[in-house]
C-alpha cells in the first residue's frame, strides 16, 4: 500500500501556488471589472430604468409576455379582453420594481407605465422629478397644459421601425407618471 502523503507537496509550495493563484484571480477581477465598467457608459434598459422611446424596468416595447415575466415577474393582476393570441391585455403591478402597467395588444407590449419613484432615465427624471429638472433635462420635448397644475413632456421617436412616445405625466410640479408606447397604424384605426 502507498502512502498518501508522498503525493502531496510541501506547505511552503502550496502556499506559492496559492498566492500566485489569487494575484492571478485578482488581476483577473480588475480587467473584468475595467471591461464591464467601460460597457456602461450606455445604460442598457434595466440600468437606466426609462429609456424614453424604448421600455421601462427592462420591459421594452414589442415584447412578448415571457419576456416581461423574465424581466419583472408575474402580474399582481391581470385584465384581458379578446382571445389567447389577440386582443388586448394589462397587466398591473402594485410593487416595485414598476409600480404601474403594462399593455399589450396581440400578444406584444404596446405600452407600459410607471409611477415608481425609482425609475429614472440615464438624465434622473422619473416620477418624483419637478418640471423645471424635466425641461432642463429634455428640452426638446413638447410641453402641454392640461388644466390647473397639469401639465406632460412628450418625447416622440422611432424604436424598431414604429413610430412611439415617451409622455411625462405633472401634477402639481412634481411628475406622477412615466409613459412609453408604440402608435403603430393598426391601435390608431
Known sequence: MTNPNHLAAP????SARNGRANRFVAKLAVAGALLFGA????????????????????VKLFDGYGPVRSSIGYPDNLN??????????????????????????DINVHSII????????????GPGSSYNATVRAYPDADYNYLGPDKANAVLTDTYKGEEVRTTFTFEDDRMVQAEVTELSDHINK
Open 11 to 14: 506547505a511552503h509550495e502550496v
Open 39 to 58: 460597457q456602461e457608459a450606455t445604460p442598457s434598459p434595466a440600468e437606466a430604468k426609462i429609456v424614453p422611446g424604448v421600455g421601462i424596468a427592462g
Open 80 to 105: 384581458a379582453k379578446g382571445g389567447k393570441h389577440y386582443g388586448t391585455a394589462t397587466w398591473t403591478y402594485r410593487k416595485k420594481p414598476l409600480e404601474g402597467f403594462v399593455k399589450f395588444i
Open 114 to 125: 410607471t409611477r415608481s419613484k425609482t425609475q429614472k432615465t440615464s438624465k434622473g427624471i
